[in-house]
C-alpha cells in the first residue's frame, strides 16, 4: 500500500515538473519582449497664435437722455423699440421758457444794436458798450441751453430700450433707472457691440490696437462675425494679474443683441510649434496628465507634455524638452510602459 501510494506522489511531482518546463518554454521574459511601432519625426509647423474667451456682448453705448432741468414733457415722438438716428427728435419740451428767453434775446440784440451804433460815434462809454454786449451775450446763451433742453435730440444712432414717462407728463429729474439715473427715454448704439475680454498679463506685449477677432454665438451657430481690438486698459489687476481688452464686433444687420453669450478669439501673431498627430498623444487614467512615447535607442521613453492648440489632426506641443526630429512613436504605444524595448516596423 505505501509503494502505491509513493509511486502516485512521484507521478504527480514529475507531472507538475514537466507542465512549469512546458509554460517556461512558451513564455518570453516581458523585459525581452519587442513590441512592434510605427515612429513619424517631430515637426516644426507655423500655426496662428489665438486666445479663446466668452464674454457677454454689451452696446457699444448707453444714453439715458433727459433735459437738463425739469419740465412738462409735451410730446414723446418714440417707443420702446424704435431705431433712432443721431439728431432726430425724440421729445418736446414746454416752451414757455423758451418764448419767454426769445423775447428777452430780441430785445437785448435791439438795445446792443443801439449801443453799438452810439459807441461807434463815441456817444458812450466802453462801460455802457461792455453791459449791452454781455447783456446780449447771456440771452443768447440762455436761448441756445433753453432750446437745447426743450428740443430733445438723439445724439447717437441706435435703439430706444426704455421710455419712463408719457406725453403731458412733469418730469421730474429724480432717479428712475436701473443705473440710477434720470431719463425721459433709454437709448443704445448696437452696431457696433463690444465685449470685455479679461487678458493674463503675459500677454500684455502681444495685443495691439485693431487686432481681428473673430466672434461666434449659440444663437447663430452657423455664423462667424468680425471683430478687433479698439481699446487695451492701461493699468494690471494686482488680484488677477489681468487687464482689459475691449473688442468691437460688427452689428450691420443687428441680429446680435446685448446680453447675448459669445465666444471670442483673438489672433495674435503667427509662430513656429511642435505638432504632432493628435493619435500619439495618450491621456493618464484618472487625471488630466498627457503623454507620449519616444523611440530612444531602441526603447519607448515616456514623455509629460502640454497641450496647446488644436490643428486639424494634429496638437501642438508644450514640449519637455521634445526637439524637432525626435522619433515620436505614433502607432502601438498604447502597449507601451517607460522603457519597454521596441521595434520599428515602418512601412
Known sequence: MR????????????????????????????????????????????????????ADLMPFEVVHYAPAAPGRINKIYVEIGSQVSKGQKLAQMDQTQLVQARTQLANAKFNFSRIDTLYGLGSISEQQYEQAKTQYDLAKSNVDYLTENTALMSPINGIVTAKYYEDGELYSAAPNTPSGKAAIVSLMQINPLKAFMSVSQSYFPQIRLNQQATVTTDVYPNKVFQGKVFRIHPTIDAATRTFQVEIIVENDKQILRPGMFANIELKLQEAEAVVVPAIAVLKQEGTNNRYVFLAENGVARQVQVEIGKRVDDLLELKTNGIQPGAQLIVEGQANLMNGSKIKIVNK
Open 3 to 54: 509503494l502505491i501510494m509513493l509511486v502516485a506522489t512521484i507521478a504527480l511531482v514529475m507531472s507538475a515538473c514537466n507542465q512549469a518546463n512546458n509554460q517556461d518554454a512558451d513564455a518570453t521574459p516581458e523585459a525581452e519582449r519587442e513590441f512592434p511601432v510605427t515612429v513619424k519625426p517631430v515637426a516644426l509647423q507655423t500655426i496662428d497664435r489665438t486666445l479663446e474667451y466668452t
